[in-house]
């Protein structure tokens, strides 16, 4: 019988989690490293590395998750689990973008996406991302007129 | 977070990209930084249909769009339908979802006797976008077919089609408080889709005939849902085979497809 192998990963804030191999190569940066790193098939390696604190842990589970339920409960799923405020998608897309993981990567994107069709004007939009209008009121006008589009 | 300074621009433009048009337009009056990433190409290539490329090579006006920035090709798509299949048919994008729109000019359509010189003639006019529509002189025997391969149409869409034409103010016969006949097949299953309806319905009678922004008139002829991986042609026909009476003066700018919000 096979066993399924295992990588202890450490993050920078010295949590250790063990996952499945084959979910910890869905981010394409600890595949890289361990290809390099391994060349024989142990029950358990160790990959030292230093990405970001809580990130992590965030990333894994949402791996993890991703490979245990079928497909309608897997949208469900992922529809709550992106239901954070920026704070929280900021640091998902940290995660995502460092450790390369695609499928978190277009979760955060779309749900981000989905922030942006929300918002009814404008100025919602700023205040939604933080944004600081550096138009002059002039420029303004006249990209709001040169807009092609009929409700703004 | 502030996204314009911490994500790179590939992944702005990604997200925006997964918004709408109009939602990229709106977030590009926001700020100098956004309105660089709303207006970039790889937003907007991602709103043109993924055959635009080929769908342009067909048209004559092809090579000066293609220098364009992809909004605005994507707009001008929108605003100015482009003459394809050799001036036949027309193509353009709806606004709000960038997807394809069609219409079969006259030429691309076959009625039972029409390149009978006596029963239709062929005439220029300023106000159609072909180089020519078709007017009824007489017939009895109406019928007007037009079909489509369903793989150019958007797919996941449903599409309605209409009749575009004008009647003649004065010797227009047989059309007055009168019904005609549409029918559309899709995939060859028979007539899904049959409707009777007036061109020139009396005050009374339910408008379904309205006037378009080009001053044609159209009136539905019925709609489908195209599926994803649809295959086959659909067929669309206009029929009036009562031989009781005769039908004159209608001119025929085309059939056009485009995509109709489901309960509309």
Known sequence: MLLSKNSALESKDNEIFEVEESIAIQSELIKTMTTMVNSKAYVNERNQMVPEARCRKQANYHVEQNNKIVDEELSDWESKFFEVDMDDLHELFMAANYLEIESLLNGVTKRVGDFIKACKNVEVIRQTFGINNDFAAQQEEEIRKLNSWNHI | ?264
């Open chain 2, 1 to 264: 977070m502030e996204i314009t300074r911490i994500l790179p621009d590939e992944c702005q433009s990604l997200i925006i990209s997964l918004t709408s048009p109009a939602d990229a337009c709106r977030s590009a009056i926001v700020s100098h930084a956004f309105k660089a990433v709303a207006y970039s190409d790889a937003v907007w290539e991602k709103f043109l249909p993924s055959d635009y490329r080929s769908i342009l090579s067909g048209s004559s006006s092809s090579s000066s769009l293609l220098s364009l920035g992809k909004k605005d090709v994507y707009f001008h798509l929108c605003f100015h339908p482009i003459l394809i299949q050799n001036g036949t048919m027309s193509f353009q994008l709806k606004k709000e979802s960038g997807k394809k729109c069609y219409m079969l000019g006259a030429r691309a359509l076959s009625s039972i006797w029409g390149d009978t010189p006596s029963y239709w003639t062929w005439k220029s006019l300023p106000e159609s976008r072909f180089s020519e529509v078709a007017e009824l002189k007489v017939v009895w025997w109406l019928k007007v077919k037009g079909m489509i391969d369903i793989r150019i149409l958007s797919s996941n869409t449903n599409y309605a089609a209409y009749l575009v034409f004008k009647l003649r103010n004065r010797r227009t016969i047989g059309f007055r408080h009168r019904a005609v006949g549409f029918h559309i097949n899709v995939g060859g299953i028979t007539s899904t889709e049959v409707r009777r309806v007036s061109l020139d319905p009396s005050q009374n009678e339910t408008q379904h005939v309205r006037e378009r922004e080009d001053r044609w008139m159209e009136v539905e002829m019925g709609e489908f849902f195209n599926e994803f991986g649809g295959d086959g042609t659909v067929q669309f026909s206009l029929r009036e085979v009562d031989t009781s009476y005769s039908k004159q003066g209608l001119i025929i700018e085309g059939i056009e497809l485009r995509p109709k919000d489901t309960g509309s």
